[in-house]
């Protein structure tokens, strides 16, 4: 079969195409090469991280991968056959982040006639600048696609990994489904319910947490009036030193809505930066998220796209003012590439964008005969 030719340097231009083509690749049983890879960045080609997220996908579906070696613009990718249920591994040796590892991998793993769990031991940055931080993956993410997708996945945080050093490693038990995805239907915001949230720490004075969860409460007090009789709980949560590789700190919150929808927001501390401030800067964030009167959030956005394409029927999903972010038309964009899932983009007159979508229906019926796997 001829390799589908997929353009690295398309809109947003960066590892998002690569993630995502690979999964619906493997899942469709379409050879890749996708060239131009992170075109957009400086320096362009595949990082450590992103080399891993190839690997393990190959590891999981026999792969022949061709091109992977740090700093290649391009890849060839053929899928044989998903080896499930398995265990797999990727470890980014550096900082990379978990979550982009996550990412790749987790598609992979939602189908199968074996109703048995496959799992992933992931290691690398816990919570990295430039990708979702574990937390959010872990309160934000997961309850919304198990909600809303039917999707069933576990995730424990076994040792957190800051950046620079990394070290970090979570495992992921994800249970399969030998039928379609739901679609969503997610039109009516409501109002919020709750505030939760984790202000995390490690290596740290142990005032820090607290700082950091109060600079919170107060700026969502402070500039929001709708929020003065919404339950807002924050955990302050200090890990052993033997429970994370090198010193960090970082607060994820996230607001659930009465019609089921999810915002979240969230800061990573750094030096110089008083730990009251981290807490704020999350707050603005979800405030901006809420302000935007959305039923997702900007991350949540890109990330349900390829489950949108591969559910059963009709989905559609209102998201906030201001139109789509780069990244969530990209995901569009490379869904369309390589599905018959056919998306709809509408611009209401309140401002709101509306994402449409009538997805192919995909089920482990469809997969090839899987092979017994071992551990890699």
């Not at 080609?45 to 996908?57: D, I, S, Y």
């Not at 696609?145 to 945080?157: A, C, E, P, Q, T």
């Not at 995390?200 to 709708?226: F, N, R, Y």
């Not at 999810?262 to 901006?288: F, P």
């Amino acid at each position: 079969m001829t390799p589908i030719l997929i353009d690295g340097s398309v809109l947003e231009g960066g590892g998002q195409i690569l993630r995502n083509s690979i999964a619906f690749s493997s899942l469709l049983g379409k050879p890749i090469s996708i060239h131009k890879i992170r075109n957009s960045r400086r320096p362009p080609g595949l990082k450590n991280q992103h080399r891993t997220g190839l690997e393990l996908a190959a590891a999981i579906t026999s792969a022949e991968l061709g091109g992977a070696q740090n700093g290649s613009c391009e890849i060839q990718y053929t899928p044989r056959s998903l080896g499930l249920p398995g265990h797999y591994t990727g470890d980014s040796v550096t900082a990379g982040a978990t979550t982009l590892l996550l990412q790749i991998a987790l598609p992979l793993l939602l189908f199968s006639r074996d109703p048995s769990p496959s799992s992933l031991t992931l290691k690398g940055g816990t919570n990295a600048q430039s990708a979702p931080q574990i937390d959010y993956t872990r309160h934000v993410f997961f309850p919304f696609i198990r909600d809303h997708f039917g999707v069933s996945v576990n995730l424990d945080i076994k040792k957190r990994g800051y950046f620079p050093k990394g070290g970090g490693e979570v495992f992921v038990e994800v249970f399969p489904t030998s039928e379609t995805l739901k679609a969503i239907r997610l039109m009516e915001r409501g109002k919020v319910k709750a505030i939760r949230g984790i202000a995390h720490l490690a290596g740290l004075p142990g005032h820090i947490g607290p700082s950091m969860v109060e600079g919170a409460k107060q700026h969502l007090l402070a500039e929001s009036s709708d929020l003065e009789d919404v339950p807002i709980e924050i955990e302050s949560k200090r890990e052993r030193n033997d429970n994370t590789s090198g010193a960090g700190s970082g607060i994820v919150l996230w607001a659930e809505l009465e019609g089921g929808g999810i915002i979240g927001g969230s800061a990573l501390g750094k030096k110089g930066l008083e730990a009251s401030a981290v807490g704020r800067a999350a707050a603005e964030e979800l405030l901006r998220g809420l302000n935007a009167d959305g039923c997702v959030d900007e991350y949540l956005q890109d990330q349900i796209i390829i489950l949108m394409a591969l559910a059963k029927g009709f989905s559609e999903v209102r998201c906030g003012k201001g139109g789509l972010e780069l990244h969530t038309k990209t995901a569009i964009w490379v869904a369309e590439q390589l599905t018959d899932a056919k998306f709809d983009v509408i611009e209401q007159p309140s401002g709101h964008t509306v994402i449409r979508c009538t997805g192919i229906g995909y089920s482990a019926q469809l997969l090839a005969s899987p092979q017994s796997n071992g551990d890699t």
